[in-house]
């Protein structure tokens, strides 16, 4: 018996690295899995190929478990209807999508072209809201028609987003936003079975590769030996895995670091010192804040953080 026996996922940008361990671990814990992918290059400019996706549903079936692929692209419109019509088409329903797709484009800021800050943006940030625009839509109509589902998002974030990244503001701001993005939609979709949480993973895949050269790109499936590797890209999957599952049905609107063998919880944005106008409520004089902020928020001398001579 596995945590996700009669479950139908999808899983995007599943043709490699982390997105192929996560389906092939939904897979091994019971569901049918939609492997999609389009097929393309890190930074989205090569492709599309429809390999990948075909390689993962192929090592799926031939360990006994059942998939399809799919090649729509999710930072289309209709594309990423199209592959919740296929989940259903194949399997006669949705229970999980995982949203995982996406492309690598560093720049410096005063570097980066509009076209890498948007086809960034376009399949990260847009593909992620198209697939839960449309799954959405259709769990909350088996909701409404008295077929409530246990369903679930689990998304894909990074610390680059969440912690900063130089040459990844492109790429940082879009997994800040799926961030955003998750946490409205478990405010949102709740009422109707629905249930969105996030995982900020890692691995040797080929995006870390592309930013960190001397890594060598592996395959969840792909690793040798049985002595434990921290770069293997499946290390997330079974956080993810349990994350879809009925198993954490009371975990919604939370973000997850899952490295190596650690599994953290990102707190939240919270409010910290607050300040207020001295002598009494009125209408800050900008003059007056430095002084207010250095020595009740950052605590240190009139002037700023400098606290020589």
Known sequence: MGLLDGKVA???????????????????QGAKVVVNDVGTSHTGE?????????????????????????HDDVGDWDGAAALVQSAIDAFGGLDVVVNNAGILRDNSIVKMTEDEFDSVLRVHLKG?????????????????AGRMRRAA???????????????QANYGAAKAGIAALTTITALEMGRFGVRANAVAPGGATRMVAAAMPQIKVTEAD??????FNRLNPGN?????????????LHVTGQVFRAVGDGIAHYLPWSLGPEITTPKGPRRW???EIGDQVNAKIFRCRPGGLNLGG
């Open 236 to 248: 997330s999957a079974p956080l993810v895995a349990w994350l879809a599952s009925d198993e954490a």
């Open 285 to 287: 004089d900008p003059a």
């Open 10 to 28: 999808v899983v995007t940008g599943a043709g490699r690295g982390i997105g192929r361990g996560e389906a092939l671990e939904l897979a091994a």
């Open 46 to 70: 090569a492709g599309p190929d429809a390999a990948p996706a075909d390689e993962v549903v192929a090592i799926i079936t031939g360990r006994g478990g059942e998939a399809v692929a799919n």
């Open 128 to 144: 992620t809201f198209n697939t839960t625009h449309f799954a959405g839509a259709w769990w909350q109509s088996e909701s409404k």
């Open 153 to 167: 998002f689990v998304n894909t974030v990074s610390s680059a987003g969440l912690q900063g990244n130089r040459g």
């Open 222 to 227: 792909e690793v040798d030996g049985d002595e």
